[in-house]
Structures are given as C-alpha cells and as structure tokens.
C-alpha cells in the first residue's frame, strides 16, 4: 500500500512524541518558551542573542528533570531533532523548540482525524443506537 506523503510525516512526527520522557522534553521547553510578557511563545527565535534569555534547555536540565541517565536523555533528545521537533540553538548545547515544525505536527493531527470533539459521545454511548 502507498501511503500519503503527509501521513507518513505524521507518522515520523507522532512516534517522535510517542514516550513519556519526550512529551516532558516538549512541555519543559515549550515553558521555557513562553514570553515573560505574556502567555504566547516568544518571538526572539534565532535573532535572540541576549544573554539573559531563557529560551532553551540544556541536556543537563532534562536529565535532572527526568531523573534520567545523560545518555538515556540524549536518545530521547536525538529522536526529537531527528524529526525536527526540537534544534540545537547554539554552540553550548541548548536545545529549542522548532515551533513551526509542532505547529504544523497539531494541524497535521487535527486535518487527519476531521472529527469535530463533540463527534465521540459521551461514556461511549450513541444516542442514536441506544
């Protein structure tokens, strides 16, 4: 069977997200991308030069995090990049989220599965049926 091209994208992008240790990775740094004025991520992305910015995580933060050995972390963290969840923003080993590439992971997500939430009924039950 051929599949779409966009199905197997989300496939890539889904089993990069398919452990708990990675799901954790994403939130610690989706909090540390969050603007410190305002509940939206922050903008300062690849031009962010300042040294007080708070942007990225350093594998030593997620294997403390995690409890976690550094190179059980660093799997984790290279399933990630591979599928081009998270990028390494600069030489001293901080890690971010490629926020384009998550947002286009939820849309994929969301386009694929075209049921509207009210769609599933509740305790699994169908009016129509029952």
Avoid at 37 to 55: A, V
Wanted: hydrophobic fraction near 30%.
């Amino acid at each position: 069977m051929d599949f779409e091209e966009k199905d197997k994208l989300l496939a890539k992008y889904l089993k990069a997200l398919s452990h708990p240790a990675r799901l954790s990775i994403i939130k610690t740094l989706m909090e540390k991308s969050r603007c410190p004025r305002g509940d939206h991520p922050c903008s300062c992305g690849e031009s962010c030069k300042g040294k007080n910015c708070k942007c990225g995580c350093k594998c030593g933060t997620f294997v403390e995090i995690l409890d976690l050995s550094q190179s059980t972390v660093s799997q984790h963290i290279k399933e990630l990049k591979s599928a081009g969840l998270i990028e390494l923003k600069s030489r001293k080993g901080d890690y971010t989220l490629n926020h384009t590439k998550l947002k286009e992971t939820l849309r994929m997500l969301h386009h694929i599965l075209e049921f509207p939430l009210d769609y599933f009924p509740e305790n699994n039950k169908c009016k129509c049926c029952n």
